[in-house]
């Protein structure tokens, strides 16, 4: 048989009922099999686009807060001619800006209230090349923090925490302490609250102390910057970025790459995200292999048509062909339609979930309890083009069995009671 013909047949079937009788454009049986592959790759599509959305919202604004890459002396000691380090690091074409600083853990008191907090000594002119908090704040809140005066900006939550305004009072309690003939007493600072800042991103807010590079240097009794900040020019570049530098600035330096830093975060949400394609792929492939049903059913019923095929002179194979092209275009129109619906969702989640929220009266993302209010979406070609592949793969994989029952039907069996 012609394959045109196996294509024209097995087409023909996709959209004939029982006896051959329409049943508007395709079968219900048919019909059934290409909804379940739809929904099941849309709803992986949707879910998948949203969980982007969530990272990538997460993702920028802890990188409107920390850089993207940082420079640090083996012993955390005060970095060796940080300028040159510096300088060296922005002949790289990928970086944009470098600043440095002081950083380390400290506590902050206020009366009876003591929290811990990561003080980190900046210069707020370099800072702003490096940091988009530090840009936005340059002329506002961190110009208030000068040299000597011994002025500290705390995230918004740990300033409500520790029940402080703008002008409060705090201390600051550095690790270690001054050995005297009285004993260890712990080196204490006193700073004035100049302002707050708030992220969006609880992690810092609620942690997070800015102080002058000098006041951190003296207060924490190092002799200059423990390290240098870079900006990258492309954020998804900083591992491979921080491992060029590493290379080119020796063994005396440590460099960590944004997503080092925050491994725990970053692997759990990589983590998260893998064991969620693969709970809603086994949806698609459940939606999939209900085609082995709708196929077995139809040959079933299409065992007469088989047997005058076969006695016309067609091959088993040519059977096999028909009802492959039949599941297989099931799972070409099924996969189609999911990923049209799934984008169409997925580009309209800013939309659809709003309208969702105000007809039944409910916030699915409330204020007082998560940092973000709207759900976010972002679709990406590496989820959706995998995505397809297996549904089509799947639908493919589904044919084979019932394809080959079909042509091992013996003409002279199929034909006795017709």
Avoid: C
Wanted: without cysteine; hydrophobic residues 50%; glycine residues 8%.
């Amino acid at each position: 048989m012609n394959p045109w013909y196996e294509l024209q047949v097995g087409w023909r079937y996709t959209r004939a009922g029982r006896a051959g009788r329409r049943n508007g454009f395709i079968s219900f049986i048919s019909a059934v099999s290409m909804l379940g592959i739809a929904l099941g790759v849309a709803a992986l599509i949707i879910v998948l686009s949203v969980m982007n959305g969530f990272q990538k919202e997460v993702r920028d604004r802890m990188l409107s807060v920390i850089s993207h890459v940082e420079i640090h002396a083996w012993d955390g000691a005060a970095l060796p001619d940080w300028q040159a380090t510096a300088e060296a690091a922005k002949r790289h074409p990928q970086v944009r800006g470098a600043a440095p600083f002081v950083a380390a853990q400290a506590l902050i008191a206020r009366g009876e209230d003591m929290r811990g907090a990561v003080v980190r000594g900046i210069e707020p002119a370099a800072e702003a090349t490096v940091t988009e908090l530090a840009a936005r704040l340059r002329d506002t809140t961190l110009a208030t923090l000068r040299p000597g005066e011994w002025h500290v900006v705390l995230g918004a939550e740990l300033a409500r925490q520790l029940g402080v305004t703008v002008g409060d009072k705090v201390t600051l309690v550095a690790p270690g302490g001054q050995v005297t003939p009285a004993g260890v007493i712990p080196r204490l600072r006193q700073f004035t609250v100049t302002g707050t800042f708030d992220t969006g991103h609880y992690e810092y807010d609620s942690a997070l102390a800015l102080i002058h590079l000098r006041d951190a240097a003296a207060l924490f009794r190092v002799e200059g910057p423990t390290g240098v900040q870079l900006r990258l020019a492309d954020v998804h570049a900083a591992r491979g970025v921080a491992a060029e530098l590493a290379s080119m600035l020796g063994r005396d330096v440590i460099v960590r790459d944004w997503t080092r830093t925050n491994r725990n975060w970053f692997d759990a949400v990589q983590i998260e995200k893998r064991l969620m394609a693969i709970i809603l792929t086994l949806i698609v492939a459940v939606a999939a292999f209900n085609l082995v049903s709708t196929l077995v059913m139809t040959v079933t019923d299409k065992r007469a048509d088989i047997a005058i095929l076969r006695t016309l002179g067609a091959s088993p194979r040519s059977i096999m062909g028909i009802f492959v092209v039949q599941g297989a275009t099931a799972g070409i129109v099924g996969t189609a339609a999911g990923v049209a619906l799934g984008l169409l969702v997925a580009f309209n989640v800013d939309v659809i979930v709003p309208a969702i929220e105000r007809a039944l009266g409910v916030a699915f993302l409330p204020g007082s309890i998560y940092l973000i209010t709207r759900m976010p979406s972002d679709p990406q070609a590496g989820d959706i083009v995998p995505i397809a592949v297996v549904s089509l793969v799947l639908a493919f994989l589904a044919t084979i069995y019932p394809s080959w029952r079909a042509s091992r039907v013996n003409p002279a069996e199929a034909l006795r009671y017709e």
